[in-house]
C-alpha cells in the first residue's frame, strides 16, 4: 500500500496522540531532541538514551520471561515470530533468544549483546530459519514460510503485526550504538549483502514502520525495559515520527510564510530574564523546511551591554513566553549589531504552523529610563540544507514595541565616606577578625555600588604573620565582626598590600552603612612586633553595575599601631645532649630496641622542635628495622615506662630517617626523649646497623620564633648484631649452568646448611621454570647436608669430579640437571621439603610463569658461561653465612668463578666459631 506525505504525518500524528494516552515518556524526556532532524536529532536521542543499565546476558532469559509473558497466562511467554503461547519453563527446548540485530553482525559482545530492546521471545526453529538474513519484503518469491512469515537463504519477512515491532527495534539499534564511548557503530543500510556492524533494509523497515504502527503490547514492553531492566527507552515507539526525521529524504524547492507578533510589554525590569520581545510563525507550503538562523538589531536606547543575552527559541506551546517544553536553539549577545541567531540544530517546519520566539536577558545594571527595542531584519530567515535546497522567504522588517527599563540604576553617582581608627592597643597570637579601621559610607544620590577596597599594611610585623585581611558589613555598627555582619571580601598581603574585591558588589544607598577593616593574626608572631592597617589614597573604587559612578577621592587614612603580647621571643639556642643505649644485640622481632637517649635544653624563653634527623650504617638493609620511633622520656630515665609519650615513628629509607616532631616546645628545663627500633621477624641473621644522630640534624619549628638551629656532632649508637634464628637452614648459595672447558652439559647446584645440626635431604625436591615454562621441572634430592657445610648437586656429565670436588648427588640426566638450565634463559629455582618453600633463586629475570619458586624481585645479573656462575651474597667472606633477605634482587650476584663447595667444606660460623655461633643462637 502507498501513502502519501499528508496521509503519513496524519498516521505519525495519530501514533504521537496514542503514545502519550497509553505509554507516555516521563515530563521532559525528549526535550533535547525536539525541533531536531536528521543527524542533529539522532545524535540527540542517542544522548538520551546511552549509559542504559546493561543487564547480564545469563539476566535476559529471566528478562523475556517478564516482558514477552502472555498476557492472558502468566506461565507462558508469547513468541515474536511465530505468535503463539509457550511455558516459560521450555526456555532451550521449544523457545530461545532472538538477536533481531545478528550476533554475527556486531551484536556478539556487551553492551548490545544483552540489550532487551531487540531481543525477543522467539520458537527456536524459526530463529533457526532467519539466521542472520536481513528484514526484507520476500512474498510471494519465498522458499520457506511458516506463521505467517517468508524466507529465502538471504533475505527474512516476519509477520504482518510484528514488521513495525522489527523496524524500531532495529531504529532504536542504530542511533543506540553510534561508535562513540568505545562501543560498536551499528549501521542499517539498504544492502540485503551487510558486512558486520550492518543491518538492512532501511527502506523496507521505513514502510513497515509506517504499516504497522506501535499498539499496546509494544508500549507496555517498551515501559517494562525502562522500569525494571535498562531504564533508557525506544524513541520510535514512543515518537513514531523521528523515523522518518532521521532517515526519510527529504524534498527540495519548499518555501514557508512568515508571520510576526510583538511580545514586549511597556516596561522591562532590569534584571529580567527571557524576556519575550517579539516571535513569528512559520508555515511549510508542503513537505519541510528546515529553519537555519535570523538576524536581529537592536533598535533602542538601551546599550547592547546592558542586554546580557538574546536568544531563540521553538515556542512548541505557542504561549508567547518561554515554557518547560519549549526548545531554545540559539543564543547571542549584541557585542554587534545586528546579531544572527544560528540554530544550533535545524529546526523543520512542516505545514503544521510552527511558533518562534526572540527573548532576552537584561543585566542588573541596566541604566532606568532607556528603552529595549528589537527587530528582525528584513528577507533575514534562512534556511538549512538539512531540509532540502528550500526557499527562503521574503518579509519585511518587524519590529517590537519598545519597553522602558525599570528598576534599573543611575549614573554620575558619588560617595560619601569617613574613617575611623579602632586599632587595639595590642594583638595576640591567633586572634581573629581584629578591627583596624572602621568606614562609614553613603551614596550622594540614588545607588552606588562598592567593586574593591585597596589597603596595605605598615609595622615590623611580616605579611605571613597576618593569616588574612577582610571586609565586613558592620549591620549593628558595634565595631567589632559578630553574628549579624556579613563578610564581603578577604585575602592575603603581598608585599604589604591587598586589594580586596567583592564577590558580589554591595549596594550603597544614602542610608549609611558601615564597614570594618579587620585582619587575623597567624598563630605565632613575635613579641614586641607591631601592624597597622591603611586604607590607600583614591583605593575604592565603583561597580558598574550601580551605574557608570564616581570613585571618591581622599588621602590615605591609616590606624594606629597594634603591638604583639603574648607571642615568642626570636633568637633562643638549643643544648644537645645525646647517649648510646644500644646493646650489643637485638633478636629479630623485638621491639622498643634503645638506641639513644637526647636531652634537650633551651637557653632562655622557648625552643621549637621541627625534624630530628638520623642515619643508619651497618650491613642490614633497611628494611631490617621495621620501624623507629621518638618518645618523651617524661622521668628522664633513658628507658621506657609507663609516663613516657610516643611523639613520631619513622622508617628507614636510603640509610637515614628523620622524626617530624609537630614543633614540639623545649623551655629551660631539661627535655628528654628515648630513641628506639623494632626489629623486622625476618632481619637476616648476623648482619648489623648502628644508628646515629646526624651533625647538626636538628631543626627549629616558626612555632617558637627565629631561632638558631643547634651545633652538635655526630652521635652514634655502637654496633648492634642482629640475631635470627627462624632463619631458614638450607640455603641455594650457587648454580653454574655451564662447566669451566665450556660444556654446556655441565652443571651444579650448591646448598648451604646454616643451623648447628645436620638435615636430611631424603623427600625434598629442588623444582625450576625457565623462560616461558607452565610446569616445573623436578629434582628429587637424596643425601645429607652436614651442619654448618654444603652440599654439591651436579649433573651427569661430571662424574665423580665437578671441577675438582667430588659431588655429594648426581643427577642422572645426560643433557645437564633437569635436562639443561641453559646460559641465557630466566630461570627460577626453589628447593622445597613437600609442599613447603624452604628458599628460593633466580638469574637472568627469573622464568615468566615463576610459580612462586624464586623469592622476591628476581636477580638479573649477566649470563651464564664458563667463567661466570651465579651466587649468594657472602657479606662475612669464605667464612660467614649467606645473606637472605628473602628478595633475590638484593641477596645474588654474579661471580667469576666455578669453584664449588661440597660436603667436606665446613665454613658457614666459619668452622673454628660453630660453638660460638651456636651459644649465639642459643642466647
Known amino acids: 500500500m502507498f501513502l502519501c506525505k499528508t496521509s503519513m504525518r496524519l498516521s505519525l500524528f495519530l501514533w504521537v496522540a496514542g503514545a502519550t494516552l497509553w505509554a507516555a515518556p516521563p515530563p521532559g524526556y525528549y526535550d533535547s531532541a525536539e525541533g531536531l532532524s536528521g543527524t542533529a536529532l539522532k545524535n540527540a536521542l542517542h544522548a538520551i538514551i546511552k549509559n542504559h543499565t546493561v543487564i547480564s546476558y545469563t539476566a535476559t532469559e529471566n528478562a523475556l520471561k517478564d516482558i514477552d509473558e502472555d498476557p492472558n497466562n502468566s506461565n507462558n511467554v508469547l513468541l515474536h515470530y511465530k505468535g503463539v503461547s509457550v511455558p516459560k519453563s521450555s526456555f532451550g ?38 539466521g542472520n538474513s536481513v528484514f526484507d519484503n520476500v512474498y510471494p518469491n519465498y522458499t520457506g514460510s511458516g506463521y505467517g512469515n517468508y524466507w529465502t537463504s538471504t533475505k527474512f519477512e516476519v509477520r504482518d503485526a510484528q514488521k513495525g515491532d522489527v523496524a524500531r527495534a532495529l531504529f532504536y539499534m542504530d542511533v543506540r550504538y553510534d561508535g562513540t564511548g568505545g562501543e560498536s557503530d551499528l549501521t542499517l543500510l539498504n544492502t540485503v549483502s551487510p558486512n558486520y556492524g550492518q543491518m538492512g533494509v532501511l527502506s523496507t523497515l521505513l514502510q513497515w514502520h509506517q504499516q504497522d504502527p506501535p499498539d499496546d503490547a509494544e508500549r507496555a514492553r517498551n515501559d517494562k525495559i525502562y522500569s525494571s531492566y535498562q531504564h533508557n527507552r525506544n524513541p520510535f515507539i514512543d515518537r513514531p515520527e523521528f523515523a522518518n526525521l532521521i532517515w526519510a529524504p527529504v524534498s527540495s524547492g519548499d518555501s514557508v510564510s512568515v508571520s510576526f507578533t510583538n511580545r514586549a510589554g511597556a516596561t522591562v525590569s532590569a534584571g529580567a530574564v527571557n524576556y519575550p520581545v517579539l516571535s513569528f510563525t512559520l508555515t511549510a507550503s508542503a513537505n519541510e523546511w528546515d529553519l537555519a538562523s535570523v538576524t536581529v538589531r537592536n533598535i533602542g536606547s538601551l546599550p547592547g551591554s546592558a542586554i546580557s543575552q538574546v536568544s531563540l527559541y521553538r515556542d512548541n506551546d505557542n504561549n508567547g513566553t ?21 540554530c544550533a540544530s535545524p529546526s523543520r517546519v512542516t505545514s503544521t504552523p510552527a511558533a518562534f520566539l526572540i527573548v532576552v536577558n537584561i543585566a542588573a545594571s541596566a541604566p532606568n529610563g532607556q528603552t529595549l527595542q528589537l527587530q528582525v531584519d528584513a528577507n533575514s530567515i534562512r534556511h538549512s540544507a538539512s531540509g532540502g535546497n528550500d526557499m527562503d522567504p521574503t518579509h519585511s522588517a518587524f519590529s517590537s514595541t519598545a519597553a522602558t527599563v525599570t528598576g534599573g540604576v543611575s549614573n554620575g553617582d558619588s560617595l560619601n565616606v569617613s574613617f575611623t581608627n579602632l586599632a587595639p592597643s595590642n594583638v595576640t597570637p591567633g586572634q581573629e577578625d581584629v578591627p583596624f579601621i572602621r568606614l562609614q559610607c553613603s551614596a550622594a544620590s ?324 625457565g623462560g616461558g615454562d607452565t610446569s616445573d621441572k623436578i629434582l628429587n634430592l637424596s643425601g645429607t647436608v652436614p651442619a654448618y657445610g654444603h652440599f ?19 643427577d642422572t640426566n645426560t643433557n645437564g640437571l633437569f635436562g639443561g638450565m641453559g646460559d641465557s634463559t630466566g630461570r627460577s629455582l626453589a628447593i622445597l621439603n613437600g609442599a613447603t618453600r624452604i628458599d628460593g633463586f633466580s638469574f637472568l629475570g627469573g622464568a615468566t610463569n615463576p610459580n612462586n619458586l624464586h623469592e622476591g624481585t628476581p636477580f638479573t645479573g649477566s649470563a651464564g658461561s664458563a667463567t661466570v656462575s651465579f651466587h649468594r651474597k657472602r657479606p662475612g667472606g669464605s667464612t660467614g653465612p649467606y645473606t637472605d633477605t628473602d628478595n633475590n634482587a638484593s641477596d645474588l650476584e654474579n661471580i667469576t668463578s666455578k669453584a664449588p663447595l661440597n660436603s667436606s667444606d665446613i665454613t658457614i660460623g666459619p668452622a673454628s666459631r660453630v660453638d660460638e655461633w651456636e651459644a649465639l643462637r642459643e642466647h
Open 93 to 130: 527446548t521449544t523457545w530461545n533468544r532472538e538477536h533481531l540485530w545478528p550476533q554475527s553482525l556486531g551484536a556478539d559482545v556487551s553492551p548490545q549483546k544483552s540489550d532487551l530492546h531487540h531481543i525477543f521471545a522467539e520458537d527456536e526453529s524459526l530463529n533457526s530459519s532467519r
Open 322 to 342: 518561554v515554557s518547560s517544553g519549549d526548545v531554545q536553539l540559539a543564543t547571542q549577545t549584541f557585542s554587534s549589531n545586528p546579531v544572527t541567531l544560528s
Open 446 to 769: 540614588n545607588e552606588w555600588d562598592l567593586a574593591s577596597i585597596s589597603v596595605s599594611k605598615t609595622g615590623t610585623l611580616s605579611d605571613s604573620a597576618i593569616t588574612s585581611v577582610e571586609i565586613y558589613k558592620d549591620a549593628n555598627n558595634n565595631n567589632i565582626v559578630d553574628s549579624g555582619d556579613t563578610r564581603l571580601a578577604g585575602g592575603t598581603l603581598s608585599s604589604g598590600s591587598a586589594n580586596l574585591s567583592l564577590s558580589s558588589p554591595l549596594r550603597i544607598t544614602t542610608a549609611q552603612t558601615n564597614l570594618l577593616i579587620v585582619a587575623t593574626m597567624n598563630g605565632v608572631l613575635a613579641n614586641g612586633k607591631t601592624i597597622a592597617l591603611q586604607v590607600n589614597s583614591n583605593g575604592i573604587t565603583s561597580s558598574p553595575t550601580g551605574g557608570a559612578d564616581v570613585n571618591p577621592t581622599f588621602s590615605t587614612f591609616s590606624s594606629s599601631y597594634a603591638t604583639v603580647i603574648n607571642g615568642v621571643s626570636d633568637g633562643d639556642e638549643l643544648t644537645v645532649a645525646a647517649y648510646d643505649m644500644a646493646p650489643s644485640t637485638a633478636d629479630a622481632g623485638t621491639t622498643e630496641v634503645p638506641l639513644l637517649a637526647i636531652i634537650l635544653t633551651a637557653s632562655s624563653h622557648e625552643w621549637d622542635v621541627d625534624t630530628i634527623s638520623f642515619t643508619k650504617s651497618g650491613t642490614c638493609p633497611d628494611n631490617a628495622i621495621s620501624q623507629v620511633k621518638i618518645y618523651h622520656d617524661a622521668d628522664g630515665s633513658s628507658s621506657l615506662t609507663p609516663g613516657d609519650t610516643l611523639v613520631a615513628n619513622s622508617t628507614i629509607s636510603s640509610g637515614g630517617f628523620y622524626f617530624g616532631m609537630g614543633s614540639w616546645r623545649i623551655t629551660t628545663t631539661p627535655t628528654h626523649f628515648l630513641v628506639t627500633c623494632d626489629v623486622s621477624p625476618t632481619a637476616p641473621d648476623s648482619t648489623t646497623f648502628q644508628v646515629s644522630l646526624a651533625s647538626n640534624g636538628i631543626v627549629h619549628a616558626q612555632s617558637g620564633g627565629a631561632d638558631v638551629d643547634p651545633t652538635f656532632p655526630t652521635a652514634s649508637t655502637s654496633l648492634i648484631t642482629l640475631r635470627n634464628q627462624n632463619m631458614g637452614t638450607i640455603k641455594i648459595v650457587m648454580v653454574s649452568t655451564r662447566g669451566s672447558d665450556g660444556n654446556a652439559g655441565k652443571e651444579f647446584i650448591v646448598l648451604a646448611n646454616h643451623s648447628s645440626a645436620p638435615v636430611s635431604l631424603t623427600g625434598w625436591q629442588l623444582r625450576t621454570r
Open 792 to 810: 654439591l648437586i651436579a649433573s651427569q656429565a661430571y662424574g665423580s669430579a665437578c671441577e675438582g670436588k667430588t659431588p655429594d648427588m648426581s
